[in-house]
Every structure is written in C-alpha cells, then in structure tokens.
T-cell receptor, first 114, second 114 residues
Framework: EPEVTQTPSHQVTQMGQEVILRCVPI?????FYWYRQILGQKVEFLVS????????KSEIFDDQFSVERPDGSNFTLKIRSTKLEDSAMYFC????????????FGSGTQLSVL | AQSVTQPDIHITVSEGASLELRCNYS??????LFWYVQSPGQGLQLLLK??????LVQGIKGFEAEFKRSQSSFNLRKPSVHWSDAAEYFC????????????FGKGTTLSVSS
C-alpha cells in the first residue's frame, strides 16, 4: 500500500526557534492535512490544504504556523517561534477525495521543545 | 460543535476473547464516523467507516462497528482478539460535509494478555 512519509521522525529544538516538519504525501492525492497529538491527549486537527491553499484551519493553527507545498511533492508545516506547548507528535495525512474518505497518515514527527 | 468521546482509556482483553470499544459522538446531522488504529511507531490506519446504509459495517482485520443513532454510538467490535491487535484505537467523526477535517477521540489503548 502507498505510504505518507514524514521526516524527521524526531526533532528537538530550543524554545523560540523555527522548525519545519516535512511530509511527502501519496503522489495522486489532492488533500493534505496536519494533525498533532500532545502526549496523553486526543489527536487534534490543525489544517487542511487543497488546490494550493488552506481549506480549513483550527484555532490551534495561529500565526505561528504556516504550511506550504513548495514543489508539488512535499508538504511542510513551519512553526515560526516554537513554544514549550508545541511539543507533540505531528502527523501528516493525505487523501484523494477529502477527510470523509480514507485518510492515509504518516508515522509522525515527535517534536520536543526545550 | 462536533465531538467524540471514548470512555475507556485502557482495556485489557485475553487473547481469543471478544472485544468492544466504545465511542459516542455529538453531531448535528448524519455523521461520517471512522475507526482508526495506531500501532507503536506507525501512523493511523483506517479500520472502517460509516456514512449511510447498513448500520453494521465491516472493516479490515476482522473488525466491525455498529452505528446506533438513538444512542449516538459507534462501537467497535471483534469476536476474537489476537495479540497483534494490541494498539491504540481512535474513533473519529467527520467535522463537516465538505470533508475537510476529522475530529478524533482521545483513544483507547488495547492490551492483549495471553
């Protein structure tokens, strides 16, 4: 089965630093997502992306966050100035027809902000 | 607002025994409902989904779920659990008809004893 690939698997950064989390969605998919899971809490929706623009974002996705699909294959999540509370597992997902069809998730990037 | 509740944080089942994981949702219209599974070090994988039609849906790995509108529930079942089923299970509801996001529950961790 095709896979969504995320790099790095672990990222440690200092508070206030910028981080970029990278994802390679499945090649013929059109919808892209970022979710995160803080330890012990639910998986939370951050943002969805379709047709080269954000289609929906949650309250979590404030001005510190941005997404980009720079080259037609990668899908990145940038956090401009990380905070301690940004420490979480970040999951990228993609879908051919939207979240109400099958989402394919990557294995996640564990972000630790010190 | 849409929400999902998984009342059981952790369940332990003997191998070969039956399993039922509970999920309750809150949604104004006919919901899209999902069960995802996350094995250690892996991304979330779709087990099954429901939108309309037969209220008993079959999924992969021998799982099934039953939609009960009167109880706002979508419980996941398996008649005979295998040790490889040990994982974290997430119930989710489609956040909107446009299919731009899913709302997840906090998850239930399943342990299988021999």
């Amino acid at each position: 089965e095709p896979e969504v690939t995320q790099t790095p698997s672990h990222q440690v950064t200092q508070m206030g630093q910028e981080v970029i989390l990278r994802c390679v969605p499945i090649s013929n998919h059109l919808y892209f997502y970022w979710y995160r899971q803080i330890l012990g809490q639910k998986v939370e929706f951050l943002v969805s992306f379709y047709n080269n623009e954000i289609s929906e974002k949650s309250e979590i996705f404030d001005d510190q966050f941005s997404v980009e699909r720079p080259d037609g294959s990668n899908f990145t999540l940038k956090i401009r100035s990380t905070k301690l509370e940004d420490s979480a597992m970040y999951f990228c997902a993609s879908s051919q027809q939207g979240a109400n069809e099958k989402l394919f998730f990557g294995s996640g990037t564990q972000l630790s902000v010190l | 607002a849409q929400s999902v509740t998984q009342p059981d944080i952790h369940i332990t089942v003997s191998e070969g025994a039956s399993l039922e994981l509970r999920c309750n949702y809150s949604y104004g219209a006919t919901p899209y409902l999902f069960w995802y599974v996350q094995s250690p070090g892996q991304g979330l994988q779709l087990l099954l989904k429901y939108f309309s039609g037969d209220t008993l849906v079959q999924g992969i790995k021998g799982f099934e779920a039953e939609f009960k509108r009167s109880q706002s529930s979508f419980n996941l079942r398996k008649p005979s659990v295998h040790w490889s089923d040990a994982a974290e299970y997430f119930c989710a509801v489609g956040a909107n008809q446009a299919g731009t996001a899913l709302i997840f529950g906090k998850g239930t961790t399943l342990s299988v004893s021999s």
